[in-house]
Nanobody, 117 residues
Framework: QVQFVESGGGLVQPGGSLRLSCAAS????????MAWYRQVPGKQRELVAA???????NYADSVNGRFSISRDNAKNTVYLQMDSLKLEDTAVYYC???????????WGQGTQVTVSS
């Protein structure tokens, strides 16, 4: 079982930026397609960005052009650069395998992102 530890969240004003990190345990990280998800209370968790083993990326329409996902296999880490943040980006952000093509591991604790003026 792989464990994920997300970090980098915080309070930011609209238009600001944050960079999230997700450190994964285990030796097979490079074989996984990874993704970032977010969840707000009362709503389902949604996939916002995904990155394949070969580096190909996909984004939800709501974040396309503002968020950028990347990975460092040597560090077992996946990143989410978030720019031009909006109030509606406020959520708890999680990482996991890409659920569109893989089964999920257990969720980590997530990292809170709050966009507020």
């Amino acid at each position: 079982q792989v464990q994920f530890v997300e970090s980098g969240g915080g309070l930011v004003q609209p238009g600001g930026s944050l960079r999230l990190s997700c450190a994964a345990s285990g030796a097979l990280f490079s074989r996984y397609a990874m993704a970032w998800y977010r969840q707000v209370p009362g709503k389902q968790r949604e996939l916002v960005a995904a990155i394949r083993q070969d580096g190909r990326t996909n984004y939800a329409d709501s974040v396309n052009g503002r968020f950028s996902i990347s990975r460092d296999n040597a560090k077992n880490t996946v990143y989410l650069q978030m720019d031009s943040l909006k109030l509606e980006d406020t959520a708890v952000y999680y990482c996991n395998r890409d659920s569109t093509i893989s089964s999920l591991f257990s969720w980590g604790q997530g990292t809170q992102v709050t966009v507020s003026s």
